[in-house]
């Protein structure tokens, strides 16, 4: 399968763990955004690369989020101390150039936080 | 800061309906539009997007969109739905960098 692959599909944590989830993103697409959906909204930008270089973070949810993607092929996303509002499905998604193009989506990283 | 807004939380149509999904966005430059759509426990799949030309996209699965700058709308249309079709719709706008901003979905459910 080439497209986009998240692991785990699913993670359930306690309180105050941290977590890592990893995405590797469509060969040769040099983009890759992390969004993050909670139960009944649409998905909210999180944090993107463009190859290795983390372009846009502003949007990372507190400072216990981060992300990287250290060769400019799959990524990371870091979630220290977690809380039970931290509790949402992580999408990643990858895209090819660096316009407007198609994203392709992961199933993406259902977390629950107990 | 850009929006998009998707009126109806959920629509439920009879099977072979035809079928009207609406999406709004906020002012801007020219949008970069596009719908997705999410089966249960699934990622997002692209049905269509606008960046420039004409107007009326087709997309996959059937599907096609009008893009209206005079009501800053781009409905996602079906003329004759089908069982499959029961998912969620998001509509998104892209922006710099290739963000998307998505709606908050409808939720569509298709009566046998």
């Known amino acids: 399968d080439t497209g986009v692959s998240q692991d785990p599909r699913h993670k359930i944590t306690k309180r105050g763990q941290n977590v890592t989830f990893r995405c590797d993103p469509i060969?040769?697409?040099?983009?890759l955004y992390w969004y993050r959906q909670t139960l009944g909204q649409g998905p909210e930008f999180l944090t993107y690369?463009?190859?290795?270089?983390?372009?846009?973070k502003s949007r990372l949810l507190s400072d216990r989020f981060s992300a990287e993607r250290p060769k400019g092929s799959f990524s990371t996303l870091e979630i220290q101390r977690t809380e039970q509002g931290d509790s949402a499905m992580y999408l990643c998604?990858?895209?090819?150039?660096?316009?407007?193009?198609?994203?392709?989506f992961g199933q993406g990283t259902r977390l629950t936080v107990v | 800061a850009q929006s998009v807004t998707q009126p109806d939380i959920h629509i439920t149509v009879s099977e072979g309906a035809s079928l009207e999904l609406r999406c709004n966005y906020s002012y801007g430059a020219t949008p970069y539009l596009f719908w997705y759509v999410q089966s249960p426990g699934q990622g997002l799949q692209l049905l269509l997007k606008y960046f420039s030309g004409d107007t009326l996209v087709q997309g996959i699965k059937g599907f096609e969109a009008e893009f209206k700058r005079s009501q800053s709308s781009f409905n996602l249309r079906k003329p004759s739905v089908h069982w499959s079709d029961a998912a969620e719709y998001f509509c998104?706008?892209?922006?710099?960098?290739?963000?998307?901003?998505f709606g908050g979905g409808t939720r569509l459910m298709v009566k046998p």
């Open positions: 998604a990858s895209s090819a150039g660096t316009g407007n193009t198609e994203a392709f």
């Open positions: 690369f463009q190859n290795e270089a983390q372009l846009e």
């Open positions: 060969s040769e697409h040099n983009r």
């Open positions: 998104a706008r892209g922006g710099a960098g290739n963000m998307l901003t």
